[in-house]
């Protein structure tokens, strides 16, 4: 190996002695590994090398050299290798904790000389051979130099002797290094420590001695970060101080939790500290393993710290608090480290007590000031939003808070409430939800009341309270927020009770004593505060309450109904007294309320007894309006004890609003000159504060609203006498120029009808003064189809009947009963009709005139005439001019008969007048339909039979024989008859637009389809669609009308959506259907779904018997039409009409008529202008001719001129003068042929 040394180096003591001066001059680690890597490298061969050298404390061989390794030449060798003999007692795996890599022998591995512990891969590369050399001082071994050697091809490594010299120089010079590395950390740790107690010294800030203590203290040693706990004022906890900002702790979860939370410093770890003299170092991974590690350690732990030392800071002797360095997992406890603590402790427990001292004094004066300008503050305070300002701002650099709450004590003293919140979501509506109904706040709640009562601060834990479900809603709803803690303290001013003000804290942590003081000086600001609030509240509250009811005064005088009366009180009062409706009663003659006033927004409206409840008469002895009436003072009434009380007997018009949800009631009365005349009633779907200040507010406002209501009475009292005047006026007009009872009785049946009266009848005393018959009575009544009618309206009776006799001698009005008088024995047969048309009471009245007494009227009232007042009055008006009237009408009568002869002419036109005003009034209401054919009657009964129901109509018949009059008629007289018919011809419309006339259509569904638009089916809704012409509609359309009759759903042109639509169908056309199905031109499904009630209409030249009625009928309106003076035709022209075959029907008559009426002169139509035609008149077959008598065909011919002359007898249009013969005559002969009114 000699043979390759450089220069003049030829044999090993040369070697040695070069050596020996090369490494006494070496100094540090870099120059020993550049001597290794260049002449020893040369005069060795090695490939690698390095030096291990054991630690300290014996525990590991550390690569000495691993930090000045060759860039060139990566080093090959091990950070470090852990040996040694395992101690006595040691756990080599303690739970949860597994070593880094496994721990050597070193007497093994010096014996052994294996390799693979020195090497990074572990194991040695074939190629190279591995040699050790042990470095000894004296007989101990302190390292072993290391080398990897290139195989020399059979050649043996023979330098030993050599490289055991070169051992022995290298452990000289590591020696010599690390005594100088000693000596230089010495005077670093020494120039740090001195440089730390200077600045400790002068260190006021904590981010200051953070930045400190992070920059010159790690340069001594690494930790992971470090803080600082301080005593507490309790002096029994410590807490966080100052954390450091590079804590790895910080993104933990309960960081935050750990820093502001109390530790006692009874815990075993802080209690070590205080009593040990010396720092302390604690193995987290030991704590952890136990189970016995604090939660604030067991953070640590969980973000990678193994030990921490901790250092207790005193002053003066005083114990502070604890200062805590945490290192990681590659950070090692050095007894140099616990040295330095231990050196700087003191200095640095001085620097925490200035930092402490400091932050007292400035936040003393923080205090100070915050506390004069929250003084200033307060002094301007005008409403809520400015102390609410306030506390948000200016309290929150006091002290910290999660929320405050304000409560007021209410005037009652018996409830409080929510003045002023931090937190918006404290409201009584999210409140509801923690309680079975609305929220009350009561004074003895356990917990206002706890802290009214006390001196000083009262705290809550709310997590110590055994069921919360229990407890008042607002600590539900608190601890449902996360809040744990809170406290309260009383406000006060001049001794006199306020409210209380709640502080819930922040993280759920207690105040400090000074923290506590300050609340307790911010709460004499807050009471003052809220004090002012509270009567500005009140001066505004009263100014308002005056300008409410100066302006309610106003209105209140222009008020002249109920409605007017319900605006007011609606528009103006519900949002101020917050009641859900309101309502008026007033008080009758017979001790008992009627409603006056009726709130359309009342809960109750709903109820099914509303209506009942509403109509009723309820007594004033009812426990609760009696009470009302003997105070001026409005009461509350709580429904839920009412009916409690009551047993669920309450009156009906509380029932329904209790169970309508309503929860309070407020009664005021109202009265005049000391007289009560009605109440004032408010219903609450809440509980209200019932202070004083809102009994004022109602008192005030009953005043108000007592002036409406009586003058409302007034002016309805003054509107319904003079609308009586006005209505007796009107009667007394209408009846003083009748001449026949139907005239009188038409007129009383209308008058007696708007007062509310049912029936009446008035028997009057014949000349004879011994008896009496039925007089006037209402002819159109039901009682009149009864069998003995006739009999008794003819019947004679005597007075003295005892019932007659009875009601003439009482002179006055009488209720009677008519099932008792009818039980009596003799009893007169009109109170047996009387019963047997199921009259129960009526009352009788004398008719007199002057003295004389002139019969005896019958009443049959409704409730509505009960409820008039004044009725005595009303009914001796009517008596009065019924008297005067009757009397008439029996003076005319008699003057009638004696005129005789001379005024038969006049009588015989009266009555044909009558005859005539008889028959408008008894004929049919079918509008524009003429005829009194059979057929045409038959069509009427059809008529009447279908109109009532929702079935459809089918109406068949030629063209122009009224198919559309008939539609008309049908829907006229149907429940549907309110909305407008709706007509579609099928016949007028292309193909391709018909179904969206029936059914509508989107917009775009179609090019020019630019809007919606609602079909047929849709706009007949509840109302009749007429298809006129259905014979004439597409097969394709058919299927969907179909589904529309079936399915009542319709879906628009384009759409998507189905429409139900609750639609009468009339159809008509003049097409056979049953035809049309047969030659597949109509689907028969349609025709049998139409054709469930058809009506045909006969021809025109089938019912020419209604000829003269039709043309008499185009006559007049053509005429009137034209301006002209046609009244008849001539008896040419009708016989033209009747023999023509009308194959137009009634329409081409119509038309007809009309050019007659244009081209005629004078009063008659001589000759209608009939088309030329190929068709004759049908000439009767002489087997068909019905065989008559004379006086028969005589019969047939007057009733078919009468009929066409429409009934008159007499003049130039009458039927006597086409007949050509006097009227006598023609009145002799109908009464012969027996012709009555009702024939034509």
């Known amino acids: 190996m000699t043979e390759g040394l450089p220069g003049k180096f030829n044999t090993q003591d040369q070697i040695i002695t070069q050596l020996g001066w090369e490494i006494a001059s070496i100094k540090n680690r870099d120059q020993l590994n550049n001597l290794l890597g260049s002449s020893l ?23 000495f050299l691993q930090q000045s390794g060759d860039k060139e030449n990566p080093n090959q060798f091990s950070e470090r290798i852990f040996n ?71 050649k043996h490594f023979d330098m030993g002797a050599l490289c055991n010299q070169i051992a022995s120089y290298l452990t000289f010079a590591v020696l010599n290094i690390k005594a100088q590395e000693e000596i230089d950390n010495r005077d670093k740790e020494r120039e740090i420590i001195l440089s730390l107690n200077i600045d400790f010294a002068t260190i006021r800030e904590k981010k200051d001695l953070l930045r400190i203590i992070h920059y010159k203290l790690r340069s001594l040693f690494n930790f992971s970060h470090h803080w600082v706990a301080t005593v507490n004022d309790d002096e029994l906890t410590l807490s966080t101080f100052m954390q450091d900002t590079e804590s790895k702790t910080k993104f933990h979860p309960k960081y935050k939790q750990v820093t502001y939370a109390k530790y006692t410093i009874a815990d075993q770890i802080f209690n070590k500290v205080i009593l040990a003299s010396e720092p302390q170092v604690f193995d987290l991974e030991q704590l952890s393993a136990r189970g016995t590690i604090p939660e604030y350690l067991q953070i640590n732990y969980e973000c990678g710290i193994r030990k921490v030392i901790m250092q207790s800071l005193e002053i003066a002797g005083r114990f502070i608090g604890v200062w805590a360095l945490c290192l990681g997992e590659q950070d090692e406890v050095d007894h140099r480290y616990i040295n330095i603590v231990r050196d700087i402790a003191n200095q640095f427990s001085i620097a925490v007590g200035n930092i402490i001292a400091n932050e007292t004094i400035q936040a003393r004066q923080s205090e100070q000031g915050l506390l004069l300008n929250l003084s200033y503050d307060i002094t301007s305070i005008k409403d809520k939003k400015d102390l609410l300002q306030i506390i948000q701002v200016n309290l929150k650099r006091l002290f910290k808070f999660q929320n405050i709450v304000i409560m007021v004590l ?148 222009s008020v002249r109904s109920n409605s007017e009366l319900l605006n007011v009180i609606s528009q103006r009062l519900k949002y101020l007294l917050k009641f859900s409706h309101t309502g008026v009663v007033t008080i009758n003659d017979d001790a008992t309320v009627s409603r006056f006033l009726r709130d359309p927004e009342a809960k109750s409206i709903t109820h099914p007894q509303y209506m009942q409840a509403d109509q009723m008469k309820y007594p004033i002895q009812d426990n609760i309006l009696d009470k009302c009436i003997i105070t001026p003072e409005p009461l509350l009434f709580n429904l839920r004890e009412l009916t409690e009380t009551a047993n669920g007997e309450l009156p009906l018009y509380l029932k329904i609003n209790y169970e309508s949800g309503l929860k309070n009631m407020v009664v005021i009365r109202f009265s005049k000159d000391d007289r009560a005349f009605g109440f004032w009633i408010l219903l609450y779907d809440q509980d209200i504060v019932w202070d004083i200040g809102l009994q004022n507010l109602i008192k005030g406002l009953s005043h108000q609203i007592s002036i409406a209501v009586s003058n409302i009475i007034a002016n309805n009292e003054i509107s319904r006498r003079e609308e009586e005047k006005s209505r007796l006026l009107a009667f007394s007009n209408a009846i003083a120029s ?114 004389e007494l002139i019969g005896v009227l019958f009443l049959d009232f409704s409730d509505s005439f009960k409820a008039l007042p004044d009725q005595l009055s009303l009914l001796n008006s009517i008596c009065s001019q019924l008297a005067i009237t009757v009397a008439n009408l029996s003076a005319n009568e008699k003057i009638s008969k004696q005129l005789g002869e001379i005024n038969k002419y006049k009588q015989q036109l009266e009555e044909e007048k009558i005859y005539l005003k008889e028959e408008i009034e008894t004929t049919q209401n079918y509008g524009d339909i003429i005829g009194e054919s059979p057929v045409i009657k038959k069509i009427f009964k059809l008529v009447s039979q279908v109109a009532s129901s929702d079935s459809t109509a ?287």
Not at 41 to 63: A, C, P, S
Not at 106 to 129: H, K, R, S, W
Not at 761 to 774: V, W, Y
Not at 801 to 808: C, G, P, S, T, Y
């Open 84 to 154: 040694g003999k395992i101690p006595f007692g040691h756990d080599i795996n303690p739970p949860q904790v597994q070593p880094p890599q496994p721990i050597i022998d070193f007497d093994e591995l010096v014996l052994n000389g294996n390799a693979g512990p020195y090497l990074i891969n572990g194991e040695i590369d074939e190629t190279f051979d591995f040699y050790t050399f042990n470095l000894r001082q004296g007989t101990a071994i302190i390292g072993v130099w290391v080398m990897l050697l290139k195989k020399a091809d059979g």
């Open 410 to 557: 209410n005037n009652d003293d018996q409830t409080h409430d929510i003045f002023l919140s931090t937190d918006l979501a404290f409201t009584k509506e999210n409140l509801a939800r923690y309680s079975n109904g609305p929220v009350r706040f009561e004074y003895n709640d356990g917990y206002f009341n706890r802290v009214m009562e006390a001196d000083g601060i009262v705290h809550f834990n709310l997590d110590k309270i055994a069921d919360l479900t229990q407890e008042p809603a607002c600590l539900q709803y608190l601890h449902q927020s996360g809040i744990r803690k809170r406290i309260g303290i009383a406000l006060r001013e001049d001794n006199r009770n306020i409210g209380v003000l709640y502080i819930n804290l922040e993280n759920n942590f207690d105040y400090s004593d000074r923290v506590l003081d300050l609340v307790k000086g911010v709460s004499y600001q807050i009471s003052a505060a809220v004090s002012n609030i509270l009567a500005n509240e009140e001066i505004l509250k009263k100014d308002k309450e005056r300008d409410l009811l100066l302006s309610l005064s106003v209105d209140i005088a």
């Open 738 to 851: 009748v001449k026949t009872t139907r005239e009188v009785s038409t007129i009383i049946n209308t008058q007696f009808m708007d007062w509310g009266i049912k029936g009446y009848s008035m028997h009057i005393i014949n000349d004879d003064k011994t008896t009496h018959r039925p007089y006037l009575y209402d002819s159109s009544a039901e009682w009149t189809n009864f069998p003995n009618y006739n009999a008794l309206v003819t019947g004679i009776y005597a007075v003295n009947d005892n019932v007659m006799d009875v009601m003439i001698r009482a002179g006055k009005p009488m209720m009677h009963n008519i099932p008792k008088l009818a039980e009596m024995k003799n009893a007169p047969k009109y109170t047996q009709f009387w019963k047997e048309i199921g009259l129960i009471d009526i009352m009788s009245i004398p008719v007199r005139l002057g003295d």
């Open 954 to 1240: 089918l109406i068949l018949g030629e063209t122009g024989t009224g198919k559309e009059l008939i539609a008309r008629a049908i829907h006229n007289n149907s429940p549907r008859k309110n909305k407008l018919m709706v007509k579609v011809n099928c016949a007028a419309l292309p193909p391709n637009l018909i179904e969206s006339e029936l059914f509508g259509h989107e917009r775009g569904s179609f090019t020019g389809a630019t809007e919606q638009r609602l079909g047929k089916f849709e706009l007949a809704n509840n109302s009749t669609l007429f298809l006129d012409e259905i014979g004439e509609m597409p097969l394709d359309l058919q299927v969907k009308l179909l589904r529309a009759l079936q399915e009542k759903e319709i879906e628009r042109v384009g759409g998507r959506k189905t429409i139900r639509v609750d639609v009468r169908i009339v159809a008509a056309t003049n097409r056979d259907l049953e035809k049309e199905v047969a030659e597949g031109r109509f689907r028969s499904d349609l025709y049998y779904r139409l054709n469930i009630f058809p009506i045909y209409l006969p021809a025109l030249r089938d019912r020419r018997e209604d000829i003269p009625l039709l043309a008499s009928y185009f006559i007049r309106r053509f005429a009137k039409k034209a301006g002209r003076q046609i009244t008849t035709l001539s008896s040419r022209a009708l016989q033209d009409l009747i023999s023509y075959h009308w194959p137009g029907n009634i329409r081409e008559l119509e038309h007809l008529i009309e050019r007659s009426v244009l081209i005629s002169s004078g009063d008659t139509i001589k000759q209608v202008h009939l088309p030329s035609t190929k068709h004759t008149a049908t000439v009767a077959n002489p087997d068909e001719v019905s065989l008559k008598t004379i006086d028969e065909n005589e019969r047939d011919h007057i009733l078919r001129i009468l009929k066409y002359c429409g009934g008159k007898l007499a003049g130039d249009s009458g039927a006597a003068r086409i007949l050509g013969v006097p009227a006598g005559t023609l009145y002799s002969k109908m009464k012969r042929l027996q012709i009555k009114r009702e024939h034509f």
């Open 41 to 63: 490298k040369r005069i060795v061969e090695y490939q690698y090398t390095t030096i291990f050298m054991h630690g300290d404390d014996g525990k590991e061989l550390i690569n």
